[in-house]
Each structure stands twice: as C-alpha cells, then as structure tokens.
C-alpha cells in the first residue's frame, strides 16, 4: 500500500510537528509539499521531507491553484487563517486535517463543515485531547458504567503564569482581532473533551470571565515597557529575561525559544528581547483576551459540567472530577482514582506510557490524533476519526454560546441548528 501524501499549510510548531509522523512512518505518510511564508520554516521542512521544488509554496493559493499533488492537506495556519484554505482544499477534494479551532466565528465553521459534506472529504480536527491514552481509557470506564451515570464534572485548565505571558499576553493570541477570543483559541477542546467524555450534547450555558490582571493599570511604579529596560524586572515572575532567556541558559533550544528565533542562543533570544514582542512588558501588550474565565455547561440529559481556565497557576496537567451515581473519578491527565459507592475503596489506574517522538506532545494526542488520520485515508474509514464535522461543528457552537453569554452576561441556548 502506498503511503498517504500530505501537503503541509503552514510549518510552524503544529506543521512542523505534525509532519515529524511521516519522517517516523515513511511507509504510511509523506510530506509531499508545503506552503508557507517564512523562509527558514518552509526551507527546514524541504530539507527535512526532500520536498520537490515545484511543490514549495509560500502561500496557499498558489498550491491551491495546481492540480491535486497529495491526498490530504494539513492546515496549520493562525486561527483566523482556516476557513478560506480549507474550503479550497475540499473544493480541489483534499482530505483535510485541520489544526483548531475550525474558525473564529459560527459563519465559517459552518462553511467549512458545509464544504466537507459537499465534497465527502475525510475530515479531523485538532481536538488532540480526545486521542490520548488517558481520555480514551477514562471514556471506556464511564461508557462502562463504571460510575453509574455521570451528573456532573469538574474541569480545570491551569494554563500557566508564563504560558499565560508568552501565548496570550505577549504572542500570537493575545489579540482578538488577530486570532480569536481564549475560549475558543486556548479551550476550544477542553468544552469540545467535556461534551465527549458527557456522551451527550450542551444544550445551554452560562459564563463569566476577564482580563484581570494583564493591565497597564497594574503595572508596578518605575516599571519599563521593556524588560531588559527595567529596574523592577528581578522580582516580576513574568519576567521575560527569567522565562526566556533563563531556559537558553539551562540549555533549551525548542518552544517557546523558537518561536521568538529560529536558533535560540543566548544572543539571538537576547535581540528577540530587545526588539520583538516578546521582550515587552506584558503590562503594556495589546493583549485584550481574557486572562480568567469560568464556563457553565447543561446537557440535554440535565447533567452539569463547570470549566475553569486560569493563567494564575502552575502550569501542568488538566485536572478532573467527574461525578457519577454509583462512584467518583479523579483524574489529572495521566493517573485515574475511582472511589466506588458500593464498597468505599479506591483505585488508581496509571495510564502513562512512555515516548519520545512526537506522542510526547499534549499526553500522546498529538501523535494518536495524526496516526489516525493517517489511518482512516490508508483505509479510506473515517471511523478513525474520534469527532467527525457535524459533531466538531456542535462542538463550537457550545465555545461561541458561552462567550455570547460572557459577554452579555446571561444563559444562553445552543443553537444546534
């Protein structure tokens, strides 16, 4: 059987990272072409892949404009960059892995779903939470009935003091206008895991939530806007010289240091620092997304969900309670404790497993996600797929809701129309 060939839309972290499955699986896929902008990434990806070079774009279009050079396409573009590429690429019948969230507004996710229908492309969505080992063994406990019936969950996002400051305060998704609202660009697939793990459909929720601290109005007295600038720098934990520059030091070459340069050194990351955006205060950014926000979910059934996304933690693993009629799971992302009503003990089951290739990124998912769709083509079954388009669709339709009710301060229905 030959191997599936993919052209990659976009080689940053997620393409570059996605088409690492096909440098450890020749023998099922092969980076046969890629588009992007950026000199040094798309010129790393053609050396890594042999990409012929009447197949090196630097944008989309023109690869769109050729005739079908691959089986499916990769989209891996900036939020607000989905929704054109993808319909193209359907159109030109692409499959398509589609990195999330689908779009920033209801209009072209529905255009892109209404695309993949039309064109009866195998379609998936980066929900990568929904491919670990751990997800699909605490789903195979409650679809057992190991809890009873589920009634309500707990969910926890500690995204990440620095994470906070390097993604969404200082970079690519601090601005709504220039990517997407948090709830959908950070937490798309926390709601989107909820609604899988409930087994059943948000039909209405509530929301609070915002910028709270990532203010000009809270930065300290004598502070500068750059922090190689800044006298009160040493004891400020967002420190950039302390986040980056600190880890060049300790020896650390990947993300976040590759985002701010291509080759991280300690004089590379210190120009970064001096000149670009991740050397500013991050009390003096144009950042505007949220920096908190709490989701209230009511299912169908009348069962309950709450969601709490914070930058204000240590970052690490999810954290889950998931209440059920007959017992109780307490999960973190890699090790499950079930208490069962009936007898009062507790187990714990381990779900970790050990790899260093790409399975390393967000618990396995990463790779679980990219090995699937890669299976479902060789095997033309879409069934590999976890979350098909209409319930990716709903999935979003639950994020846009709750920010409509965020924003205007009441619960509001799903429209699963």
Known sequence: MDPVKVLIIGAGSRGAGYA???AEHPERAQVVGVAEPRAVHRN??????????????????QAAERPRIADAVLICTQDAMHADPAVAFADRSYHILLE???APNEADCRRIVAAILRNKSIFAVGHVMRYTAYTRRLKALIDEGLIGEVVSI???????YWHQAHSFVR???RNEAESSFMLLSKSCHDIDWLIHIMGARCARTSSFGSLL?????EQPAGAADRCLECAVEPNCPYSAKKIYLGRVERGGRGWPLEVLTPEPTVETITEALRTGPYGRCVYACDNDVVDHQVVHLEFEGGQTASFTMTAFSKAGHRQTR????????????????????????????DTRASDASIAGGHGGGDYNFMHSFVSALLENDPSHILSGPEETLQTHLAVFAAERARREGRVVEVDHK
């Open 20 to 22: 690492t499955y096909a």
């Open 100 to 102: 999330k969230p689908m």
């Open 154 to 160: 707990q969910h926890l996002e500690p995204v990440g």
């Open 171 to 173: 970079g690519n998704w």
């Open 213 to 217: 601290h990532f203010r000009r109005e």
């Open 44 to 61: 790393r990806l053609v050396e890594a892949h042999s990409i012929p070079a009447e197949n090196v774009f630097t944008d989309w279009k």
């Open 322 to 349: 998931i209440f059920g009629t007959r017992g109780e799971l307490i999960g973190n992302g890699i090790a499950i404790e079930h208490f069962d009503f009936l007898t009062d003990k507790t187990q714990v089951i």
